[in-house]
């Protein structure tokens, strides 16, 4: 049975599973890692050891180059990454890594939608677009590095597929396009948010959806250019950019476009930037901790308790 069924079929998690690696393994291959060192080895023109090499160090070797630059800003740290393409490597090693692939999450999740036009927004490698548009979607995709761009379109015209790219940074997004906007540890890199927010909100459908997570990292010498260590800096911004929150597909947020009076954003960016602070965070941070030391303790001390699996 051809792996690509029907757009409207029902599939399992595990179909979706091996869709997502035929996306990297195409009929070359039945190991994802040897699919992602091939593809990686043909573009770049690099000995498939080489690049073997570059994906198990892309972390360290991006951090040593932006240490070397001597910069600090978010401007400075915007401009590093459109001009290095180690992102890639590191990237498309992290898909042949997942057991549970982040876009097999959202797609099971979001059966429920006919395939239309979907953006994968911060598209880096495009490893989701393919897969999105191995479901029956239509893609786009957008992204501020020209590097990536090239590579993405690289895989696609080398799968006989059509896809749209977008440069973020000097080209315009069609409005009301989107059916869904998936956005892959990408709002953690993004210091306008609600700028962002609402380029995304016009280029989208009427009760489209837009579905991204939070990256948060601690600051540190290899998460430089994870801007923010919580998700609040995030989250406090979408409802008053026209969107109201739907049930969350862990870890990510799903959001719905709507139109929101002037009264309406302003009454909820309030309540929300009263929900969504450091305060909070903190609150609830240490709330979850103890919540699980107690069940820990618990499960040690009295037969037939357990952690939740």
């Not at 595990?14 to 043909?42: A, K, N, Y």
């Not at 499960?299 to 952690?307: A, L, R, V, W």
Request: proline share 6%; net charge neutral.
């Amino acid at each position: 049975m051809d792996i690509v069924t029907s757009c409207t079929t029902q599939r399992t998690y595990q179909q979706l599973v091996d869709i997502w690696h035929h996306c990297l393994t195409g009929d070359r291959f039945t190991d994802p890692h040897e699919g992602v060192i091939d593809e990686l080895s043909r573009f770049f023109g690099l000995p498939p050891e080489k690049v073997r090499w570059i994906c198990e160090h892309s972390a360290e070797i991006i951090t040593e180059e932006w240490l070397k630059t001597g910069q600090s800003t978010h401007e400075e740290l915007y401009r590093f990454y459109q001009t290095q393409s180690y992102w890639l490597f590191g990237t498309l090693r992290y898909h042949a890594n997942q057991d549970q692939p982040n876009a097999v999450k959202i797609a099971h999740a979001l059966q429920h939608l006919p395939p239309g036009n979907h953006l994968d927004f911060g598209c880096g490698a495009g490893t989701a677009s393919l897969f999105f548009n191995a479901l029956g979607w239509q893609s786009s995709l957008t992204d501020v590095s020209e590097s990536a761009i090239d590579f993405v379109r690289w895989r696609f015209e080398h799968r006989g597929i059509h896809g749209t790219f977008y440069n973020f940074e000097t080209d315009q997004l069609p409005p009301n396009t989107y059916d869904l906007i998936t956005a892959f540890d990408v709002m953690v890199h993004i210091a306008d948010i609600p700028a962002v927010l609402r380029r995304l909100h016009e280029s989208l459908k009427p009760d489209g959806y837009l579905v991204f997570n939070v990256d948060s990292r601690k600051p540190a010498a290899m998460t430089q250019w994870h801007l923010y260590d919580a998700h609040y800096p995030v989250i406090r911004h979408v409802r008053r950019s026209g969107f109201r929150q739907r049930p969350k597909i862990p870890p990510f947020y799903c959001y719905q476009k709507i139109n929101r009076s002037l009264l309406n954003a302003s009454t909820v960016g309030i309540l929300d930037y009263l929900r969504h602070n450091r305060f909070q965070t903190a609150i609830f941070g240490s709330a979850r901790r103890l919540l699980f030391l107690t069940k820990k303790t618990l499960s040690m001390i009295t037969p037939g308790i357990h952690d939740d699996p």
